[in-house]
């Protein structure tokens, strides 16, 4: 059946349901037959098209009867499937719905003052300090257009020492090494290495 529904295109179900029951073989060893109890009923395909064509569902059917709704929807033609009924649309609330409210955190700066802070160089870091919040909440109050890069932030809140060349030439003189110097201006070994 999986081979003729991929030749097909079709699901192996779909294979299964044209294929009358005395031609199915069965898989393995043949299986042995179950007893019936008092609720199974012998499957009659026209009643079962009857009964369902009257509006009984397959899977009440499929109770009396004693078998899957899967044995059931192989007795019924497509073309006489029942579809599940589409969902019915929400009725609306008779109740108006509420105005959202803004839950916008109250800081002690207001965003004029969080951005004159930030244009006369405080940092986002250094204000939220100041506010008791973090600094990502005071970002949000800061237009897109205003916000310093990754690069130019760095630099603000990690300044780097304004040593000159001379400096480091005068200590390299008396015998420093790199690493020593970059430890007494501040700087990095590599930093001072490329600024002498």
């Given at each position: 059946?999986?081979?003729?529904?991929?030749?097909?295109?079709?699901?192996?179900?779909?294979?299964?349901?044209?294929?009358?029951?005395?031609?199915?073989?069965?898989?393995?060893?043949?299986?042995?037959?179950?007893?019936?109890?008092?609720?199974?009923?012998?499957?009659?395909?026209?009643?079962?098209?009857?009964?369902?064509?009257a509006g009984e569902s397959a899977y009440a059917l499929a109770r009396e009867f004693g078998v899957s709704t899967h044995t059931i929807q192989a007795r019924i033609p497509d073309t006489e499937w029942r579809?599940?009924?589409?969902?019915?649309?929400?009725?609306?609330?008779?109740?108006?719905?509420?105005?959202?409210?803004?839950?916008?955190?109250?800081?002690?700066?207001?965003?004029?003052?969080?951005?004159?802070?930030?244009?006369?160089g405080q940092s986002a870091t250094a204000i939220g300090r100041a506010a008791g919040v973090d600094c990502r909440t005071i970002l949000r109050r800061i237009p897109e257009d205003e916000r310093r890069t990754h690069l130019q932030a760095q630099r603000l809140n990690r300044p780097a020492p304004d040593v000159d060349a001379d400096t480091i030439r005068t200590l390299r003189a008396r015998g420093l090494t790199w690493e020593e110097i970059g430890a007494e201006v501040g700087l990095s070994a590599k930093t001072v290495r490329a600024r002498a």
């Open positions: 059946m999986a081979e003729l529904g991929r030749l097909y295109g079709v699901h192996p179900t779909t294979i299964r349901r044209r294929i009358p029951d005395d031609l199915i073989r069965p898989r393995g060893p043949a299986p042995q037959p179950r007893p019936r109890t008092q609720h199974q009923r012998t499957l009659v395909d026209e009643e079962v098209r009857r009964r369902y064509a579809t599940r009924p589409p969902e019915k649309a929400s009725v609306p609330s008779p109740h108006p719905a509420r105005p959202k409210t803004s839950s916008r955190m109250v800081l002690p700066f207001s965003d004029e003052e969080i951005l004159a802070r930030y244009r006369a």
